[in-house]
């Protein structure tokens, strides 16, 4: 008896120590994109969300022995992802206005409407749970760190999540194979252009969405991500989530496998246009906003 209470205190010991730890990276990763954050705030978001995540996750996993592993990636980047996300927006932030998803195509999985690039702004780890939001069938391109995280990295494999591993070149290329292969299959592409996250100064986006885009002729869509600079010490946060009008590609004038450096071109100036085009947006959002909470938040302005 004694010995199976001290098997279960070292292995509730090292789970714990496991969950903290994991917080402690997500509150490492806030740390430079917000001036003022409480660190228990954050602490105790990453924990609930791993908690939730592996509850889902073990519930997932059981129910797909019977269902099936289609229905698992459905399920897990469906009801999972929006379940836990909107839990945790409410109880951590407040409301989450989604504005525009008329744009984004509903039911593309059995044939009713094209896929699409859906394409974010990326500042914080809570545009992961506001995009989970979002309607449509989406497979997801996240960096391969993401996946060690208790409960939220099962999620992600459960959903078909493709993994990216930055700065190897290898990495990039099965990303943009896995991508192919999920807009081939009806499912919408999930990306974040700009790589990686900073509220202080705005990133060019990065060629590969524009390639596929090109590529496989699906359009663009961006998404603006609105949120305050109190988003980590103020109790009842506004949360805001624009989607835009799709930004379609222009038609490759020869096969795409014949016509890299004209490909490579039309990456480049389609990557302009839209770089302009969602700060361009996103800098208009954030103005709304402030005009209608003015003495409510105050948002970060894009350099």
Same mark, same amino acid.
């Given at each position: 008896?004694?010995?199976?209470?001290?098997?279960?205190?070292?292995?509730?010991?090292?789970?714990?120590?496991?969950?903290?730890?994991?917080?402690?990276?997500?509150? &490492?990763?806030?740390?430079?994109?917000? &001036?003022?954050?409480?660190?228990?705030?954050?602490?105790?978001? !990453?924990? #609930? =969300?791993?908690? &939730?995540?592996?509850?889902?996750?073990?519930?997932?996993?059981?129910?797909?022995?019977?269902?099936?592993?289609?229905?698992?990636?459905?399920?897990?980047?469906?009801?999972?992802?929006?379940?836990?996300? $909107?839990?945790? *927006?409410?109880?951590?932030?407040?409301?989450?206005?989604?504005?525009? #998803?008329?744009?984004?195509? $509903?039911?593309?999985?059995?044939?009713?409407?094209?896929?699409?690039?859906?394409?974010?702004?990326?500042?914080?780890?809570?545009?992961?749970?506001?995009?989970?939001?979002? +309607? !449509?069938?989406?497979?997801?391109?996240?960096?391969?760190?993401?996946?060690?995280? +208790?409960?939220?990295?099962?999620?992600? =494999?459960?959903?078909? #999540?493709?993994?990216?591993?930055?700065?190897?070149?290898?990495?990039?290329?099965?990303?943009?194979?896995?991508?192919?292969?999920?807009?081939?299959?009806? =499912?919408?592409?999930?990306?974040?252009?700009?790589?990686?996250?900073?509220?202080?100064?705005?990133?060019?986006?990065?060629? !590969?969405?524009? $390639?596929?885009?090109?590529? $496989?002729?699906?359009?663009?869509?961006?998404?603006?991500?609105?949120? +305050?600079?109190?988003?980590?010490?103020?109790?009842? *946060?506004?949360?805001?989530?624009?989607?835009?009008?799709?930004?379609?590609?222009?038609?490759?004038?020869?096969?795409?496998?014949?016509?890299?450096?004209?490909?490579?071109?039309?990456?480049?100036?389609?990557? #302009?246009?839209?770089?302009?085009?969602?700060?361009?947006m996103t800098e208009e959002a954030e103005r709304r906003v402030l005009s209608a909470f003015p003495s409510d938040h105050q948002f970060r302005k894009a350099d």
């Amino acid at each position: 008896m004694g010995s199976s209470l001290s098997i279960s205190a070292v292995v509730g010991g090292v789970v714990a120590t496991i969950l903290l730890s994991s917080a402690y990276v997500i509150n &490492l990763q806030e740390k430079p994109q917000f &001036l003022r954050r409480n660190r228990l705030k954050i602490m105790a978001f !990453g924990l #609930t =969300w791993q908690c &939730l995540s592996l509850i889902y996750a073990a519930v997932l996993l059981l129910t797909s022995v019977i269902r099936g592993r289609e229905w698992l990636r459905v399920a897990a980047s469906h009801s999972a992802a929006e379940g836990i996300s $909107k839990l945790l *927006c409410t109880v951590f932030f407040g409301e989450v206005v989604l504005e525009g #998803t008329e744009h984004i195509p $509903k039911n593309s999985m059995k044939g009713q409407a094209q896929p699409a690039i859906v394409a974010p702004n990326h500042s914080s780890m809570v545009d992961v749970l506001l995009c989970a939001m979002l +309607p !449509g069938d989406f497979t997801w391109v996240a960096k391969s760190s993401v996946f060690i995280l +208790p409960g939220i990295g099962q999620l992600l =494999w459960m959903a078909g #999540t493709v993994p990216l591993v930055r700065g190897k070149k290898s990495s990039a290329l099965q990303m943009l194979e896995g991508c192919r292969k999920a807009l081939d299959d009806g =499912w919408s592409v999930l990306i974040y252009p700009q790589g990686t996250r900073n509220r202080r100064k705005w990133l060019p986006w990065k060629y !590969g969405a524009f $390639k596929l885009s090109i590529e $496989k002729q699906v359009p663009i869509i961006p998404v603006s991500i609105v949120l +305050p600079d109190d988003t980590w010490t103020n109790l009842e *946060c506004k949360l805001i989530v624009k989607v835009h009008p799709p930004i379609h590609p222009p038609e490759p004038p020869a096969p795409v496998e014949d016509m890299m450096q004209e490909r490579s071109a039309m990456s480049e100036a389609l990557r #302009t246009k839209m770089d302009a085009a969602i700060l361009s947006m996103t800098e208009e959002a954030e103005r709304r906003v402030l005009s209608a909470f003015p003495s409510d938040h105050q948002f970060r302005k894009a350099d």
